[in-house]
């Protein structure tokens, strides 16, 4: 027998949670088409239950039916719930986070289309019958982009650089977030800064691993670039 190398990547509730507070609002979860497990819902809207059971559902199944080929797999849902009034259907998805919510009314049934709502920025657009299957796989790739780019955007905002102690503290006092700084210290070294400040090293980045310089804390050349933050 041979001892197994193991470790963490916390890909269970800590992801969860990061994911959560990355792309969320007051409103629910905003979740990333990718990892979404139902990335469109179609919500068939009438106010005759016959309509409603014999034409505008069979319609939504139909476009749910296409919509599914083409995204490979059952992620998109329909959803049948006509004793709720639309705007509670509405939120009840919003707080779900599903990427995008497709109407389909009487009015939209006649003209062929259905409103497309955008969770990410709650933009509206019309789209013929003909082009969803186009359009939604589009949308859906737009949508992972613009959350990937405003996740990207807060954290490059909400990161600073620190030559000193006194630099250093200043900013965790002042501004928060993420230090990036150069650290060759020792656990005893960490155990005081974190005592001085609350801060302790997050990561050491891969894309930095050439990168040397000298240390904020001991002064000592050739240290790594490290992270630096406070957890909450």
């Not at 939120?91 to 990427?99: D, S």
């Amino acid at each position: 027998m041979d001892f197994a190398h193991t470790t963490s990547w916390g890909v269970s509730m800590r992801l969860i949670g990061a994911l959560i507070m990355t792309h969320s609002d007051n409103d629910g979860l905003v979740l990333p088409p990718r990892v979404a497990p139902t990335k469109a819902v179609i919500i068939p809207i009438s106010t005759d239950a016959a309509k409603f059971d014999e034409i505008i559902v069979p319609k939504a199944k139909e476009l749910q039916s296409v919509l599914n080929k083409i995204l490979c797999g059952r992620f998109v849902r329909v959803d049948t719930q006509q004793h709720l009034r639309p705007g509670d259907r509405f939120f009840f998805h919003l707080q779900k986070g599903v990427p995008l919510r497709l109407e389909l009314g009487e009015k939209e049934y006649a003209a062929g289309k259905v409103k497309v709502v955008r969770r990410d920025t709650g933009e509206k657009v019309d789209i013929v019958w003909e082009d969803l299957e186009k359009r939604i796989p589009e949308l859906l790739d737009d949508i992972q982009k613009n959350l990937f780019d405003k996740a990207l955007k807060f954290r490059q905002e909400n990161t600073f650089h620190a030559s000193g102690m006194a630099e250093f503290k200043e900013i965790l006092e002042t501004k928060g977030g993420f230090v990036e700084v150069f650290f060759e210290g020792s656990k005893e070294d960490e155990k005081a800064i974190k005592e001085a400040t609350g801060a302790t090293p997050r990561c050491y980045p891969l894309e930095y691993s050439d990168e040397r310089g000298r240390c904020f804390y001991t002064g000592k050349e050739g240290a790594r670039k490290a992270i630096f933050a406070k957890a909450y």
